[in-house]
């Protein structure tokens, strides 16, 4: 019995000292292991609550950038709006412009020709009208001009003033041309030189 109770003695330090070591080992590794799960823990929770807010931020911008798109789309469609309004603006401008006679330029004699004081010069309009103001002056801004009516082109009336009216070698002239009632502004001006 003897050997029995030291078998039994010796099981139950042995079942007693596994427990205890078990016991001690599960408490050694949680004490080694606690801090780094718990870290690892946050981190992903950081993680995760990071990629959740990510995904919504996401979100709330692909409906902005629907939302701007759809402004963008509005915006081009009233630009298109203001273009043809510009455009049938400038049509019915023209059309007016070139009912009335205005916008006419002065084509030739150009800048700089050297015209006779005695012989009629030859203006061409961009128009094509023959109908219009000659204007006459000793001024580039023309000032002091003097005035005469152009009838189918023939300027000879009008310029058989220059010889009374020119101080020097140089002339300054313009147009007005006439429509019905109404005149257009000045022409370009244009710097003859006589001789």
């Keep these: 019995m003897q050997k029995r109770t030291r078998i039994a003695t010796f099981g139950v330090i042995l079942l007693s000292s596994s427990i205890l070591f078990t016991a001690s080992t599960k408490t050694a590794n949680a004490w080694f292991f606690d801090p780094f799960e718990n870290m690892v823990e946050t981190a992903l929770n950081s993680i995760e609550n990071i990629i959740l807010g990510l995904s919504s931020d996401i979100g709330t911008m692909a409906d902005r950038i629907l939302v701007m798109s759809d402004n963008i789309g509005l915006m081009a469609d009233r630009i298109g709006e203001m273009a043809d309004r510009i455009v049938y603006t400038e049509e019915l401008m023209l059309s007016a412009i070139t009912d009335s006679g205005v916008s006419s330029l002065i084509t030739s004699p150009t800048e700089g020709s050297i015209v006779s004081r005695t012989t009629p010069v030859i203006i061409t309009l961009s128009s094509q009208k023959t109908d219009y103001l000659l204007y006459i002056s000793n001024n580039a801004d023309m000032s002091g001009a003097t005035n005469a009516l152009v009838q189918n082109s023939d300027t000879s009336i009008a310029w058989s003033r220059v010889t009374d009216f020119a101080t020097g070698n140089k002339l300054y002239i313009a147009v ?20």
């Design 176 to 195: 007005k041309t006439v429509g019905g009632t109404t005149s257009s502004d000045f022409s370009n001006t244009v710097m003859l030189n006589l001789q």
